[in-house]
C-alpha cells in the first residue's frame, strides 16, 4: 500500500498549514484529499490505476464520496465507469467526519461512551459490598 500511495501522489492535496495532504492511510483504509472534484477524480483514477498495476482494486461497493463544504456541493465520482456514492457523513478509524466539519455529533458519541465506562466502573468498585468502609 505504502509503494501505492507513493506512486499515486500528485499535485492535488489539501493544504493544511505548512503541509499538503493528498491521502490519509491504514492499513487497507484510504482516504483520497483534493481541492476539488476534478482534483480527486484525477487522483482516484491515478490511484484506481496504481492498484491495478499491483494486482488489487478499488472496491467500488465500500467506497464513497464526500464533500467537506458548509453547503451541500454534488460530487460525482467514479471508478471503472461505476460512480461513487456521495454521503454526508463517515467513520474513519473510529472519528465521525460530516461534511460540514461539525464535531457536535462526535463529541457527544465521546461523552457518551466516557459516561458508559464511568457507569460501568462505579457498578463494579463503588458499589460492590466486599469493598465496603467497614475495612
Do not use: N, W
Request: hydrophobic share 45%.
Amino acid at each position: 500500500m505504502d509503494r501505492i500511495s507513493r506512486r499515486s501522489q500528485g499535485l492535488e492535496a489539501v493544504r493544511f498549514g505548512v503541509h499538503r495532504i493528498s491521502s490519509l492511510i491504514f492499513a487497507d483504509d484510504v482516504v483520497l484529499l483534493a481541492p476539488s472534484s476534478l482534483d480527486l477524480q484525477h487522483a482516484l483514477g491515478h490511484f484506481a490505476a496504481e492498484c491495478e498495476a499491483t494486482g488489487m482494486r478499488v472496491s467500488t461497493s465500500k467506497s464513497e464520496a464526500m464533500v467537506l463544504d458548509r453547503k451541500k456541493v454534488a460530487c460525482t465520482l467514479q471508478v471503472g465507469g461505476e460512480l461513487l456514492p456521495q454521503v454526508e457523513e463517515f467513520k474513519y478509524l473510529g472519528v465521525l467526519f460530516t461534511s460540514e466539519g461539525r464535531m457536535d455529533r462526535e463529541i457527544d458519541r465521546r461523552i457518551g461512551a466516557a459516561a458508559a465506562v464511568m457507569r460501568s466502573m462505579y457498578r463494579a468498585v463503588v458499589v460492590k459490598k466486599e469493598l465496603s468502609l467497614k475495612a
